[in-house]
């Protein structure tokens, strides 16, 4: 790396850390990754003492840590127009190549080195750490330990470059992306190849010279194509396309406090579309882990449980999306009660989240019996009102600024950690007795509803008392 690039990369890691502790809570950001690692460990440990199978640990963690990644880099879809919402008119160092003498694939070079170092830093590396802690006091080897954060750290590097080359597709030709989805999709059910090879999760699991090269090649490729294809753009949603969904939206719902985040998802970068991609991704990274978990350990997961967990717990994305617009102190300003707010955001939150997840359950009959996808049908909306009503009870109509606060954190980490362990430990010991554990699975996914609806109740009466103090 040349003297130039180091300092871009410079500047680009403290701007990263600048606009993370002003956003998030000042200094208190700087225990963020203890958190991390503490809520990381704990949940390891309760995975544990509850017979998960270590292999089903770590093919979690390398799973989830490639969904974090493809979050991370989604550049394109995410979009300048929430940047503007929360820090006001400005430019970041990604987006100056029209007013520096940078080019935009000299910028994305670096911003792919600074992702991976500061996500490394702020939130890989203390995941690994509580994870091998665990691991090592019940009997890990620390070298297992120090591969794994080498080839978790690979898995994210995986998601970012997927989520670039993805968003590169979308913003030079939309055809051209939903045709490269589908195609490499046949390719790998038609060559029967099986996905993990293509991850790094293959080196954890088979240390090798080929297997190092396998988890390096496809980060490469994805990385050169979203470098020399990925264009900035300018998106205010004047098309026709956009007018049909605004049209379908309004006649899906009469009222306002519905229609309004409903709108505000439609006409944001990547439009409801971002939804769907993130459901589906979910969808395809838990079957990915299933499959694992069978070959490794010879057991049956249940994955009705399992695909409704997942989907449930990922629609966080979804809430943040739907309230990524909203100024909470504009509604003291109308006649109507943060109850009333939070009563419609959670129909277009459930109108999204659930219907883009029932939509994937359908097409997963394919390849599941439909009894299992019947079962993630029930158990997917109940665990996503638990995550709705966690989330509005602790950072209201804010997600996004407050959950990054490091006391907040643990406190919404602790809460989805209640709910998802049983549910997973349900998925694992399914086999066990499977009509006894899917039923505790329905239980406990309709007593997380019922948590939820009463924390959403409470959070339109806490909100006003804070936002009117």
């Known amino acids: 790396m040349t003297a130039s690039n180091r300092t871009l990369l410079s500047w680009m890691l403290r701007e990263e850390w600048r606009l993370h502790s002003e956003l998030f809570g000042g200094r208190r950001f700087g225990g963020f990754p203890l958190v991390v690692a503490g809520l990381t460990g704990l949940g390891t440990y309760l995975l544990a003492i509850t017979g998960t199978p270590p292999e089903s640990v770590i093919a979690g963690l390398h799973a989830l840590i490639a969904l974090f990644g493809l979050q991370v880099g989604t550049v394109g879809l995410v979009g300048r127009d929430a940047l503007r919402d929360v820090l006001g008119d400005v430019t970041l160092l990604i987006f100056s190549a029209r007013t520096l003498p940078l080019s935009m694939q000299r910028l994305l070079s670096v911003f792919l080195v600074k992702e991976v170092l500061y996500y490394s830093g702020l939130f890989i590396t203390p995941t690994v750490v509580g994870y091998g802690t665990v691991a090592v006091v019940r009997g890990a080897a620390l070298p297992t330990v120090a591969l794994a954060w080498v080839t978790v750290t690979l898995s994210f590097t995986l998601g970012v470059t997927a989520s670039l080359a993805l968003a590169a597709l979308a913003t030079r030709n939309a055809l051209a992306f939903g045709v490269a989805v589908v195609a490499g999709t046949t390719a790998v059910v038609a060559l029967g190849v099986d ?53 379908l939206i309004r006649r899906c719902s009469s009222d306002g406090l519905t229609r309004r985040p409903l709108l505000a998802v439609a006409r944001s970068a990547g439009s409801v579309w971002k939804v769907v991609f993130s459901m589906g991704v979910l969808l395809a990274v838990t079957a990915l882990v299933l499959q694992q978990v069978t070959v490794a350990t010879g057991i049956e997961p249940g994955y009705g449980i399992a695909f409704g967990t997942l989907l449930g717990l990922g629609s966080f994305t979804t809430y943040s999306w739907v309230t990524q617009f909203d100024d909470p102190r504009e509604y003291l300003r109308y006649p109507v009660g943060y109850d009333e707010v939070f009563a419609g955001t959670l129909r277009a939150y459930l109108l999204l989240s659930v219907g883009a997840a029932l939509v994937y359950l359908a097409v997963a009959t394919i390849w599941y019996p439909p009894s299992e996808v019947l079962l993630g049908a029930v158990v997917q909306p109940p665990v996503a009102l638990y995550v709705f009503g966690v989330t509005a009870y602790l950072t209201g109509l804010t997600p996004n600024e407050l959950l990054f606060d490091t006391p907040r954190f643990a406190l919404f980490g602790g809460a989805l950690t209640v709910l998802a362990t049983p549910l997973v430990v349900a998925s694992l010991a399914v086999s066990i007795d499977p009509v006894a554990v899917r039923g505790v699975a329905v239980a406990v996914a309709l007593a997380g509803a019922i948590v939820g609806y009463g924390l959403t109740r409470r959070a339109g009466p806490r909100w006003t008392a804070r936002l009117r103090a």
């Open 195 to 247: 996905p993990v090879s293509l991850t790094p999760y293959r080196l954890f699991t088979d240390p090798s010279a080929s297997t190092l090269l396998g988890a390096l090649v496809p980060s490469t490729v994805l990385a050169v194509v979203g470098i020399g294809l990925f264009e900035p753009t300018e998106d205010d949603g004047d098309d026709g396309r956009r007018r049909v969904i605004d049209r």
